[in-house]
């Protein structure tokens, strides 16, 4: 529980069970959530700019080999942020151009 009182919690206040605890919770790959972010703006935009969906795929390939089974949660944001680029490539391939508001 969090002690609002205090400004900052020092990581020597917390007992060995809660350290262990919170040093057992699988994290998230942050190259996988960039890629992720990239995909959506590939998928939103790369109907119109080609650049964007080529630059994700390839940022996409080359830091999946970062992702690490033990200490991170799943690799599906590296596969979704590809997917999503690759649909933004066909996009464009086949002319299709679809309006984004925002």
């Given amino acids: 529980m969090w002690n609002k009182n205090k400004e900052n919690i020092d990581i020597d206040d917390m007992s060995v069970e809660e350290q262990r605890e919170l040093s057992g919770i699988k ?3 942050p190259y996988g959530l960039i890629v992720l972010i990239m995909g959506l703006i590939s998928f ?3 109907p119109r700019f080609v650049i964007i969906p080529v630059i ?4 996409g390939l080359f830091t999946i080999r970062t992702f690490d089974k033990k200490t991170e949660d799943n690799p599906w944001t590296f596969y979704m942020g590809i997917a999503l680029a690759c649909y ?3 996009l464009y391939i086949m002319g299709y151009e679809h ?3 925002i």
Avoid: R
Avoid at 56 to 59: E, Q
């Fill in 27 to 29: 994290k998230q790959n």
């Fill in 44 to 46: 939103l935009f790369g």
């Fill in 56 to 59: 994700t795929i390839i940022l």
């Fill in 88 to 90: 933004g490539l066909y």
């Fill in 99 to 101: 309006e984004v508001i």
